[in-house]
């Protein structure tokens, strides 16, 4: 089991700045990739980023050269640094974490949002 706790979100003007966070806490297993999601209103929810436990990145193109994800295996915890934000970035945010023991699970946050006001 893995429980996934996200903060920072909130209320941005157009251009400006946010950095989500979260930790993940886990009683068995270890954590292999994590990422966020988002899911706008009426949309499927989507990848914004995602990172290995060995550091490797993938990033939606929307996000590439505005956001930047990092982790700290350690302390099992991720974070997304997003930047020049637009009005279309506006969503709720999802982390999420997966867990390997026998198999791999996916684990989600409960979700943290983000305005972004033009």
């Known amino acids: 089991q893995v429980q996934l706790v996200e903060s920072g979100g909130g209320l941005v003007q157009a251009g400006g700045s946010l950095r989500l966070s979260c930790a993940a806490s886990?009683?068995?297993?270890?954590?292999?990739?994590m990422g966020w999601y988002r899911q706008a209103p009426g949309k499927q929810r989507e990848l914004v980023a995602a990172?290995?436990?060995?550091?490797?990145?993938n990033y939606a193109d929307s996000a590439k050269g505005r956001f930047t994800i990092s982790r700290d295996n350690a302390k099992n915890t991720v974070a997304l640094q997003m930047n020049s934000l637009k009005s279309e970035d506006t969503a709720v945010y999802y982390c999420?974490?997966?867990?390997?023991?026998?198999?791999?699970?996916?684990?989600w946050g409960q979700g943290t949002q983000v305005t972004v006001s033009s």
């Open positions: 999420s974490a997966d867990c390997r023991t026998i198999g791999t699970t996916r684990y």
């Open positions: 886990l009683s068995s297993g270890s954590i292999t990739s």
């Open positions: 990172i290995a436990r060995d550091g490797m990145t």
